[in-house]
Nanobody, 126 residues
Framework: QVQLVESGGGLVQAGGSLRLSCAAS????????MGWFRQAPGKEREFVAA????????SYADSVKGRLTISRDNRKNTVYLQMNSLKFEDTAVYYC???????????????????WGQGTQVTVSS
């Protein structure tokens, strides 16, 4: 089992920045892939970014490339999502997720991730 707890969400003006954190505990070694997804009201949960604890893989959704950056601190078992130049359309609940394996081809899919956090709300005012 892997437990994930997100934090760092909040209200920010368009153009501003936020950093989300995801603290992982439990059998993290069994789930080397860590990702962020988001879900806006009335929409499907969508992929944002993913990486591995070893740092040998990163992937981003086209809509966030150049603005959002995923990173990790292995000593703290924490994954971060640095969000810059935020837009109104970035408003969503952001979820941290862990996976034991990914195809590494194409966009990571929601059903590839085994464990999920409770989510943290990000609201961008225009």
């Amino acid at each position: 089992q892997v437990q994930l707890v997100e934090s760092g969400g909040g209200l920010v003006q368009a153009g501003g920045s936020l950093r989300l954190s995801c603290a992982a505990s439990g059998r993290t070694f069994s789930s080397p892939y860590m990702g962020w997804f988001r879900q806006a009201p009335g929409k499907e949960r969508e992929f944002v970014a993913a990486t591995t604890w070893s740092g040998d893989y990163t992937s981003y959704a086209d809509s966030v490339k150049g603005r959002l950056t995923i990173s990790r601190d292995n000593r703290k078992n924490t994954v971060y999502l640095q969000m810059n130049s935020l837009k109104f359309e970035d408003t969503a609940v952001y979820y941290c997720a862990a996976a034991s394996r990914l195809g590494r081809v194409g966009v990571p899919q929601r059903n590839e991730f085994n464990y999920w956090g409770q989510g943290t709300q990000v609201t961008v005012s225009s």
